[in-house]
């Protein structure tokens, strides 16, 4: 329960400034093109808080926080008194128009571009794209890719961590080819290699793009020291302590921590005899690893403990932060990448190259916002950024109920010298509600199927 009112309300947050951030750019640039605004909204429904500004606009904050709106001065809507006539957003030329339309996605992608800013200047402490291990027979080993490359760039967008790596490697999704510009290990020197992508198959709903490339980033290696322990556990009913050395099972000698992973997990309820050095001494235990049912209906077994981990090489680490003109650079270009990739993506789930099924819908932002501000401001930025561009994407649409059906009609209208008929306004809105409607259930429905 807490943790659903921790999503509800940070998705509220979420969704209340992007909303606010988007319906702002209809409005301020409506009032620069002299267009009288009646009404200010965020949400819909029955009004919550309302003020009239001095300006005769009202300003409201309504129930349902599932969307927002401007209602401008208009006769196609009502009857307009003759001295408000060239307030109204009809009687406004065909550039001021498109102007106020186009405005709110605009706003969108200014406002990822602040908080991006405001990322880049706080600093986010990130890891270089060095590669651990190639899959053998994979795709990236095919093309050459070898362990200890640090990748510099795919396809001509740089990657400085793992993350702008990865978004640049998901883009290329129903592509033929890729290229990878890296580094040689412990070297300066660059190469590029070309990645065949003809047979790639990739899940961006169930796998990593990465793993599915045969790509599997550097990680330290992991000890065989006992770090954690679960209270009420089988480790901790064996007689396992903190600091304790695992060095056989059932007399084998265990190299490799993965070892004993797979010991325990093909022994549920099953006695493991387990040596271990406690303060440079062996001691032996009984072990007999607890039971859990896979989704699949097998059993694993599991003890509840954990090992502990080399520390990261500092040359490994970054933090990504720069000063207020630099972060301006950075957080254009990260925006950049972010809009390129979100049309690749609308582009790719209408041609057919990515699954309907990976369209995703509120219930799965309420997670995302949640999880992210659990862990702190700078990557709750990052989601809002996130978020931000895809409305502002989703607004360009074609379909008469967005922004971007309105821009459709206006350039129809610029082509042909006149306004596009309120009768095929009408048949498209009505074409365009159901559409939207449609991936809107669709979205839903993927969210419910991933609780």
């Keep these: 329960m807490i943790e659903f009112i921790r999503n509800l309300s940070a998705f509220l947050v979420a969704l209340g400034i992007l909303i606010a951030v988007h319906e702002f750019g209809h409005f ?7 267009v009288y605004v009646e009404r200010f909204s965020i949400g819909f429904g029955k009004s919550l808080w309302r003020r009239v500004g001095k300006d005769g606009t009202e300003y409201t904050l309504a129930m349902i926080p599932l969307g927002g709106y401007v209602k401008m001065l208009d006769e196609r809507v009502e009857e307009v008194p003759a001295e408000k006539r060239h307030m109204a957003f009809n009687n406004k030329k065909l550039w001021q128009r498109s102007a106020i339309v186009a405005a709110g996605p605009l706003a969108n992608f200014l406002f990822a571009i602040f908080a991006y800013w405001v990322v880049y ?11 651990g291990e190639v899959a053998p027979q994979s795709i990236a080993a095919q093309a050459g890719i070898t362990p200890g490359m640090e990748l510099k760039s795919v396809s001509g967008i740089e990657t400085s961590d793992w993350e702008s790596a990865n978004m640049a490697m998901v883009s290329h999704i129903g592509d033929k080819t890729m290229q990878i510009t890296a580094t040689e290990p412990n070297s300066d020197v660059v190469v ?14 169930s796998q990593q793009v990465l793993n599915t490339l045969g790509i599997m980033p550097y990680r330290p290696a992991i000890t065989l020291n006992v770090a954690q322990l679960v209270d009420n556990s089988a480790a901790v009913d064996a007689g396992f302590k903190l600091n304790d050395k695992i060095v056989a099972i059932d007399k084998k000698p265990v190299t490799e921590w993965q070892q004993f992973v797979d010991a325990v997990r093909t022994h549920p309820d099953q006695q493991l005899s387990v040596e271990v050095l406690r303060d440079g001494q062996p001691v032996m235990l009984s072990l007999v690893p607890h039971s859990k049912v896979e989704p699949d209906g097998s059993k694993i077994g599991y003890v509840g403990l954990a090992p502990s981990i080399e520390p990261w090489p500092e040359s490994y680490k970054i933090n990504l ?4 003109l630099e972060a301006v650079v950075k957080a254009t270009e990260k925006t950049k990448q972010l809009v390129t990739l979100t049309f690749d993506m609308v ?9 309907i099924k990976n369209l995703s819908g509120p219930i799965s932002i309420a997670k995302g916002a949640g999880m992210t501000a659990d862990f702190g401001l700078v990557y ?3 989601f809002l950024a996130l978020i931000s561009v895809n409305l502002g994407i989703v607004n360009l649409l074609p379909l008469p109920v967005l922004d ?7 350039a129809i209208e610029a082509v042909t010298r006149r306004p596009v008929s309120e009768r095929i306004q009408d048949i498209g809105y009505r074409v365009g509600s159901a559409i939207l409607v449609a991936l809107m259930a669709v979205a839903l429905f993927n969210d419910f199927t991933r609780l």
Aim: glycine letters at 12%; one cysteine or more; hydrophobic letters at 45%.
């Design 321 to 324: 932060q720069f000063g207020p």
């Design 380 to 382: 709750f930025l990052g």
């Design 404 to 410: 971007g059906g309105h821009l459709m009609f206006f």
């Design 192 to 205: 590029t290699h070309t990645l065949d992508l003809s047979h790639w198959s990739y899940d961006p709903e």
């Design 347 to 355: 582009t790719k789930l209408f041609t057919g190259d990515v699954a």
């Design 28 to 34: 301020w640039v409506a009032r620069r093109c002299g």
């Design 121 to 131: 200047l706080i600093g986010v402490p990130a890891l270089k794209p060095v590669i």
